[in-house]
Structures are given as structure tokens and as C-alpha cells.
């Protein structure tokens, strides 16, 4: 069949938003530029009302992992202990991180695709400097309830850190960085925003601000934070990149509560086809950001995905451990209920095909 | 005067290359798919060929100064003596990232603008694990001789390595890393490449990649190598722009001899202009990636600056020590002798009019 364009249905990277396409053809900024300084700050200031943080958004040119690893690296010191549930791709790449980075990490094993119950926060014997926590684990599709969890922690070790992985949702799911008591995050602009891969967004919280202990030369924190605030960074931006950001969050911010319905809507539509088809889907709790469902029984990946291929939509397998044993759809791109519609039967023909 | 379209005359980023304009303005790319993996090592093996290196080039989503950290981390350990010489703001970079990694430096202070001549190096007592060497200083416009320095180096250290910050040099100024006897270099996409920032490019000799020591997370070496020969990469990267340095490379490699010869003719007919209107240059040997002359005699950055941008051009200043006493024009952007002729003209106006 004539495909005109391939669908992106993948968590990330995703459809670009118009208005990012919009401002990547735009001719070169210097980054130095009044111009530029007044689109970076446009980008910093709407990533801190994303976050909901009154301490500060940092733009990083690098992928969600640079973002982590700075997060990390800058606000522990080697020998630090810190507490990471293992339930996924990302939040095992949160205890790498940690560990490679001289922390002593206390892994707490569960199975992929549960989320982390604020209960089983009471088990481990402290003290811990900090707490990683993945908000959407987006290898399993599964939705961390980061605020619950925080209170639990903090109930137990109030001087700890609580630094979580947004990226697959903010501009997803809702957020807020201190009214739940987290201390920083970190998002990527080729999810939620629907921009381009290529930088990474933290957020510290003015605690985390006071807690800082800058490390390494091109991910310091202490670096970008005396520059920011002017717009500028310490080392040449993916400009671009930023003002794509900027032109997003301009779009975006007014109407974040609608975007963060219809993500949730265009979910719940997937997850109910699939069911409906006799799809089991993989998460304890379901994130927006992505579905995720194990394969039907004697169905290999490469059957489905070519399936959908066909039909002019590229989606993605598993990884890690469910590498071969589940497929994802993901409408976190720009896209609306229109797609999901077309995403639903599409995915009705593509299984049924089978 | 009415300005259609400002022109970027700066030392990167620069004025993009149509092909990275229409690489970026298509669909969002995946970057597990098969045609980003074709893609990525198009980009990847035109990169080995710009380097002229049988070792391996590697893409980092980053700046420049990524790929600086990224070949500091992963070629010495902490408390290996590495030499810098340091003659302006870019040597100076080296000198800072080294000393960050834990390596014992020894600085060798030139004036800024000078060159390091061969003999300079048969000074410092050894041994030396390393030297750290800037092929083009943008910030003074000056170009050293890496060829010469690394052979003089060498006859002393034979064990060490060299390692080149490359990043306003390649596509600019000859280069030839295992031809030259050099071990290691690093590039980035904003500048002769002629695409947007937010890319390095590091290049390893056969040699290099015997000595690796790979250290950290985000700018692991050796997590890259495993990968990047499938057109994969450690973490996600800035695939859009993977896009448009496949693309510039295509158009670039074909005639890269007659592309560095214009370049050599553009700035030499900048420096002829300015030194016609009686303005000394501030390198010792000239770099075609930028000219760089000091103020006019009782004139003020700001007031040259202004009378470039009134004519629709962006000029830069200088940078630390040479911050309010020099300007630079650069044409390593997307431009020919068409655009020398008009930037000519264009000083000698803006110039006479102080």
C-alpha cells in the first residue's frame, strides 16, 4: 500500500511539533547574540513553569543521560549512598550512573513492569543521601507515583535528595517539582516537548541549589548556573535546538492541562483496543507516555513491527530483559484524538494480520 | 538600511550549508531505524576521511568541548603528566579540562596570538604521558603547526600521545591525524562543517585505540566504540544533525582541496583589506578559520561592531585577555569569493566610518 509519511509511534524520538520544524529551518544564531540569549531564556524560564520549580531550569547539550549523569554528579559525592529501585531499563541506567560515579548504590530489585509502592521504601536500613526514581519507566510503560514516594522517603531520611528521571513525562504527565517534594529532575526535548533529540533539561529545587557539589568539567552545574540566568551557556548550545524549545513551550504552556488530558486520552484508547484484542498489557500502572504489551503467544517482534511498517507506522520492541517478549505504540508525539483513532485501528489490522 | 538577511561572520557558528537547512527540516528520524543507522555511518565513515584516520571517528551529542573532556577521560588517568602549551582562550580550555581529570599539567605560557614553534618543546623535563595541542586557536586566529610539534614531541616522548583540538580546523585547514603523527583530534559541527551546534566529532588513531582508559558515563569512549560501527551510538543521539553532517559531508568530501584553498583565498583577502585600512593582525601565523586584528587605535569593540551589524553583518570580539582590544571576521560559514568581495568592502566602509 502508498505510504505518504511514516507515523513515528515510537517513545521517543517522536513526531517534531510544527513549530519546532519551523524554527530548525530558520537561518544560524549566534549563540552569543542578544537574539539568542533572549530565545534561551524564553526556553529556561517555560521549562521552570513545566517543572513547577522556583530554583532553576539548566539547558544541557547532550542526550536525557547527560542530564542523569550530571544530576548525579553534581549533587553527590563519591561514597554517597543512594537507594534505586531497579525496574526497567532507565532506572537500571540510574544505578549505573550512580555507580560509575563512585556512589555506593543499594539496588532494590523489582520485577519489570511493577511500579514502586511507597511501602517498600520502608524496608532498607539507611542512612541514604538520596533516592533516583524513574517518574514513567518507559521500557515497561509503567507510571511511578514519585510524590508518594518522595513523602515516604523523606518521612525516613528528611535530609535525602530526591532526584527523578521525567523524561518520557514531563509534558506528559503532571508535574511539580517541589509541591512534590522532589529536589531535581531531568527531561530530554525529544519526548514530551516533540522537538528534536539533542538537549537535555534539569531542574534543581532551591534545596538542591544549596546541596550542590559540582564535579567534572563539560556536565558541571556550577558552570551553567553562574551563566544561565543571562541566557547564555558555559559552553556553545544547540542553539537551534533551544529555540525549537522555546517555540514549543510557547505554544504548549497555555493550554498544558488540555495537552496532558488528551495524552492520557490517546492512551487509554491504545491500551483499550489492544485488551480488546487480547493484548496483556505490561505495567502495574499505566504511564501516557507509551503503551507497552507483551506479545501475543507464538508472535515474534519483527512479525509486528513489520506489520505496522506496512501500514505506514514505525513502533518499537523491548529492551533489556523484555527485549523479544513485547511491543510498544506510543502517541506522545504531536498528534491528536484523530491519531489515536488511526493508531487504534491501524493496530486492530496490524494484530489481526497476524 | 534596510537588511534583508543578517550574515553570520563569526568563527562558528556559522552561516549553514543548504544541505544541513534541508537535512533538518524533515521528519523526525528514529535512531534504532535502519535509515538512521545508514546514516550515522555514512556521517561516521565520511568523518574518518575528513580526518584521514584507518582508527575510528566517533559522533558525541555535545559541544566541542565535549569531545575535548571525552579524549581527556578516556586517554590518561588521573595523575598522568601532560604538557599544554596555553596561548589563548582555547589552549586554555585544555589546560582546565586536564587539570579537572586529575592529570598533573604543565602549562607552557606563550603571548596569546603566538604559535608554538618545535623547538619550544625541548624545554620542559618529562616524562610526559601527554601533549595537548590547539591546530587552530580561534580565539587569537592563530594556526600552529601540529605536524612539526607532534614529530619534535615525539623524538623525545615516543610513548606519548598527541592530541589535537582540531574543532576550527577541519574542513577549514589541512589535517592528516595518523599522516601527522598526531593520536587523537576532535571536531565540532558548527564550524567547517558548516552545520548547526550540538555535535562533536572525535577521532582515535589505531595507536589511541590501543591506549584507551576509558572513565566516566555519558562521554564513555569505549561504551561508543562498541556500537557506533552498527550506526548505533551509547545514548540517544542528535540524529537530526547526525542527518545534516551526512548530508554537508557528501557535498564537502568530493572537492575538500578546492574548498580548503577557497578558504585560504577568502581570508587572505580579508587580511589584505584590513591591513590596507593600517590594521595589525594579532596571529603570528595566520589560521584561514578566522582573521583577527586588534581595534583601531582609540576605537571601542561595541563601535565596530555596530557599524558591521548596521550593514547586516555579525562580527565577534575577542575573549579573555584579548576581550576589548580585537575583533574577528570570519567565512568559514557557507560562502565563496562572491561573499570575500562583499565582506571586503563591506570593513572598509564599516571601518572608515569610525
Redesign the interface.
Given at each position: 500500500m502508498l505510504v505518504y509519511?511514516?507515523r513515528?509511534l515510537?517513545p521517543?524520538?517522536?513526531?517534531?511539533h510544527p513549530k519546532a520544524?519551523e524554527a530548525?529551518?530558520r537561518?544560524?544564531?549566534?549563540?552569543?547574540?542578544d537574539a539568542a540569549k533572549q530565545v534561551f531564556l524564553q526556553a529556561k524560564r517555560g521549562l521552570e513553569q513545566a517543572f513547577q520549580t522556583q530554583g532553576q531550569a539548566l539547558l544541557l547539550?547532550?542526550?536525557?543521560?547527560?542530564g542523569m549523569?550530571a544530576l548525579v554528579q553534581n549533587l553527590f559525592a563519591p561514597g554517597d549512598r543512594v537507594l534505586v529501585p531497579v525496574h526497567g531499563n532507565f532506572s537500571e541506567r540510574w544505578a549505573?550512573?550512580a555507580q560509575?560515579?563512585g556512589l555506593e548504590v543499594e539496588r532494590m530489585e523489582l520485577e519489570w513492569g511493577r511500579v514502586v509502592h511507597p511501602e517498600y521504601l520502608e524496608g532498607p536500613s539507611g542512612p541514604f543521601q538520596g533516592l533516583l526514581l524513574t517518574h514513567s519507566e518507559s521500557s515497561t510503560g509503567a507510571l511511578n507515583d514519585v510524590q508518594g514516594l518522595a513523602q515516604a522517603f523523606k518521612a525516613r531520611f528528611p535530609q535525602a535528595l530526591v532526584v527523578v528521571d521525567a523524561i518520557t513525562s514531563l509534558f506528559v504527565s503532571e508535574f511539580a517539582l517541589e509541591g512534590w517534594g522532589l529536589d531535581a529532575a531531568v527531561a530530554?526535548s525529544?519526548k514530551g516537548l516533540m522537538c528534536?533529540?539533542?538537549l537535555a533539561y534539569v531542574a534543581l529545587s532551591p534545596r538542591a541549589l544549596e546541596c550542590l557539589k559540582p564535579r567534572?568539567?563539560?556536565?558541571?552545574l556550577a558552570s551553567e548556573l553562574k551563566v544561565q540566568n543571562s541566557g547564555e551557556s558555559a559552553?556553545?548550545?544547540?542553539?537551534?535546538?533551544v529555540a525549537a524549545t522555546a517555540a514549543v513551550l510557547e505554544e504548549l504552556l497555555p493550554h498544558l492541562p488540555e495537552h496532558l488530558a488528551l495524552k492520557q486520552r490517546q492512551n487509554q484508547i491504545l491500551y483499550t483496543t489492544g485488551q480488546g484484542l487480547g493484548l496483556k498489557p505490561v505495567p502495574e500502572v499505566q504511564s501516557p507516555a507509551t503503551t507497552c504489551f507483551y506479545l501475543p503467544e507464538g508472535t515474534a517482534y519483527p512479525q509486528v513491527k513489520e506489520a505496522f511498517a506496512r501500514r505506514g507506522a514505525?513502533i518499537?520492541g523491548g529492551q533489556g530483559q523484555l527485549k523479544g517478549k513485547v511491543f510498544r505504540v506510543s502517541l506522545m508525539?504531536y498528534s491528536d484524538l484523530y491519531d489515536a483513532y488511526a493508531v487504534a485501528e491501524l493496530m486492530r489490522e496490524a494484530l489481526r494480520s497476524q
Amino acid at each position: 500500500m502508498l505510504v505518504y509519511r511514516n507515523r513515528l509511534l515510537t517513545p521517543g524520538p517522536v513526531e517534531l511539533h510544527p513549530k519546532a520544524l519551523e524554527a530548525l529551518s530558520r537561518p544560524q544564531l549566534h549563540h552569543r547574540s542578544d537574539a539568542a540569549k533572549q530565545v534561551f531564556l524564553q526556553a529556561k524560564r517555560g521549562l521552570e513553569q513545566a517543572f513547577q520549580t522556583q530554583g532553576q531550569a539548566l539547558l544541557l547539550t547532550g542526550s536525557g543521560t547527560s542530564g542523569m549523569e550530571a544530576l548525579v554528579q553534581n549533587l553527590f559525592a563519591p561514597g554517597d549512598r543512594v537507594l534505586v529501585p531497579v525496574h526497567g531499563n532507565f532506572s537500571e541506567r540510574w544505578a549505573r550512573i550512580a555507580q560509575q560515579a563512585g556512589l555506593e548504590v543499594e539496588r532494590m530489585e523489582l520485577e519489570w513492569g511493577r511500579v514502586v509502592h511507597p511501602e517498600y521504601l520502608e524496608g532498607p536500613s539507611g542512612p541514604f543521601q538520596g533516592l533516583l526514581l524513574t517518574h514513567s519507566e518507559s521500557s515497561t510503560g509503567a507510571l511511578n507515583d514519585v510524590q508518594g514516594l518522595a513523602q515516604a522517603f523523606k518521612a525516613r531520611f528528611p535530609q535525602a535528595l530526591v532526584v527523578v528521571d521525567a523524561i518520557t513525562s514531563l509534558f506528559v504527565s503532571e508535574f511539580a517539582l517541589e509541591g512534590w517534594g522532589l529536589d531535581a529532575a531531568v527531561a530530554g526535548s525529544q519526548k514530551g516537548l516533540m522537538c528534536p533529540p539533542g538537549l537535555a533539561y534539569v531542574a534543581l529545587s532551591p534545596r538542591a541549589l544549596e546541596c550542590l557539589k559540582p564535579r567534572g568539567f563539560y556536565l558541571n552545574l556550577a558552570s551553567e548556573l553562574k551563566v544561565q540566568n543571562s541566557g547564555e551557556s558555559a559552553w556553545t548550545p544547540a542553539i537551534n535546538l533551544v529555540a525549537a524549545t522555546a517555540a514549543v513551550l510557547e505554544e504548549l504552556l497555555p493550554h498544558l492541562p488540555e495537552h496532558l488530558a488528551l495524552k492520557q486520552r490517546q492512551n487509554q484508547i491504545l491500551y483499550t483496543t489492544g485488551q480488546g484484542l487480547g493484548l496483556k498489557p505490561v505495567p502495574e500502572v499505566q504511564s501516557p507516555a507509551t503503551t507497552c504489551f507483551y506479545l501475543p503467544e507464538g508472535t515474534a517482534y519483527p512479525q509486528v513491527k513489520e506489520a505496522f511498517a506496512r501500514r505506514g507506522a514505525t513502533i518499537i520492541g523491548g529492551q533489556g530483559q523484555l527485549k523479544g517478549k513485547v511491543f510498544r505504540v506510543s502517541l506522545m508525539g504531536y498528534s491528536d484524538l484523530y491519531d489515536a483513532y488511526a493508531v487504534a485501528e491501524l493496530m486492530r489490522e496490524a494484530l489481526r494480520s497476524q
